[in-house]
């Protein structure tokens, strides 16, 4: 006979409650375990990527600044090999900022960058345009910056008389000639200017307007191209030119002078700082230093730091042409020889003797106290092409403020 089996009420099947909670304990787990994987998984493929992305626009930067550094260090030049083309930068010509060329920044298995696009700027010779391109070293990620270059004028301001004296002039016992063909000033001074029977000035407000900055061919009746001591002759832009030319003798009232100048009666540093546009120790930096006068003869072109280191040096020969002028400054005193000739700007920290004469074309700014040129007769012909050193070297090249892009045109 078949017994019935009784079974327990399902409130004491403990075993079963186990069996549940473990599964979902488990299954809870798992989730918990994909879930964590998969955000570790996009945590690295995140920091992977930002990682590239660092490389690529790291990549992108070294190439920028390898070509701004090739540029600046080239820039009255962009065209050395001859052929017609700006010259992409194929080895950095400096020292501390060099960019490692290794692993992914190798040109030839793996490049980090290139360049693409170098070209001056429209409508500009002077401001050049850098596109450059950087990879990661897997090539899966690449960024583009750009940026616009360019020189900065070593000069800050322009003279625009042909003499300028920070303290005062005195002429009373020496010789002196300031011409000025493009406008009716000679002399700016931070002081009073006192004039002898040996001094002159001579002006003429409107020949500039028939030799423009080109010299090229004038209006009928003026020579083509004069040389500086034709500007104001009467066979050249005088009476067959039909102008006007003002003659001023010292010891009468000068309008071409300009005396007591508030803004020349400063410091010498900030003086300096005025025209050049830094420090002596910044400027002196950017410029060829020379420590002998002897050297200048025949230099041209170039920004040239005379340093005397308190003596007094005696010029001679040429310096500068007016197609090539120089900027000059001279730290101490100056003593031009009678054959001396000058093209550019002449900057003297101390004073100048002009004694033994010579000719100087373009401008001459004078920080000393007192200024007296002495007797040898010397003659100053302010030039606009040259009055500023024209494109001689020494500015300081560099990135155009606001230009700088992550992105190409």
């Known amino acids: 006979m078949k017994q019935e089996q009784k079974f327990r009420s399902i409130r004491r099947q403990d075993g079963v409650a186990v069996l549940v909670i473990a599964l979902i304990m488990l299954l809870l787990m798992t989730m918990l375990a994909f879930v964590s994987s998969n955000s570790v998984r996009q945590d690295i493929s995140i920091s992977n990527n930002d990682y590239r992305i660092r490389q690529a626009f790291q990549a992108a930067e070294a190439g920028l600044a390898y070509a701004e550094a090739h540029y600046v ?29 290794q692993s992914y920044y190798n040109t030839t298995d793996n490049p980090g960058f290139q360049y693409d696009s170098i ?64 406008g009716n000033l000679t002399i700016r001074s931070g002081s009073s200017v006192d004039t002898g029977s040996s001094f002159e000035t001579r002006t003429c407000s409107d020949c500039g307007s028939r030799y423009p900055d080109t010299y090229g061919t004038p209006s009928e009746g003026g020579p083509s191209n004069p040389a500086p001591g034709m500007w104001l002759d009467d066979t050249g832009a005088g009476n067959e030119a039909d102008v006007t030319i003002y003659e001023y003798e010292g010891g009468t009232a000068d309008p071409t002078i300009i005396q007591n100048d508030p803004y020349l009666d400063i410091d010498a540093d900030e003086f300096f700082k005025a025209y050049m546009g830094g420090t002596m120790e910044e400027v002196k930096g950017i410029m060829t230093v020379y420590t002998s006068a002897d050297d200048l003869d025949g230099v041209t ?15 001679q020969g040429t310096v500068g042409t007016r197609d090539d002028p120089v900027i000059l400054v001279v730290e101490g005193d100056l003593q031009p020889n009678a054959n001396f000739e000058f093209f550019g700007m002449l900057l003297v ?61």
């Open 73 to 101: 260090a080239n820039i009255s030049d962009y065209d050395i090999d001859g052929d017609g083309t700006i010259d992409f930068p194929t080895e950095y010509p400096g020292t501390s900022a060099t960019p490692v060329i």
């Open 301 to 315: 072109g170039e920004a040239i730091w005379l340093d005397t280191e308190g003596s007094e040096y005696k010029l």
């Open 349 to 409: 920290i101390g004073d100048v003797d002009f004694s033994g004469g010579g000719e100087l074309y373009g401008s001459m700014v004078v920080s000393s106290e007192v200024w007296r040129p002495g007797t040898g007769g010397p003659t100053i012909y302010y030039d606009p092409l040259t009055a500023s050193g024209g494109g001689a070297g020494g500015g300081s090249g560099g990135s155009i403020g606001g230009t700088w892009r992550d992105w190409g045109n």
């Open 119 to 182: 070209r001056f700027a429209t409508g500009s010779d002077d401001i050049l345009y850098i596109e450059s391109r950087g990879w990661s070293d897997d090539r899966t990620t690449e960024r583009t910056v750009s940026n616009f270059i360019t020189l900065a004028p070593l000069v800050n301001t322009s003279p625009g008389a042909p003499l300028t004296v920070r303290g005062a002039v005195d002429v009373m016992s020496g010789n002196l000639t300031v011409e000025n063909a493009f």
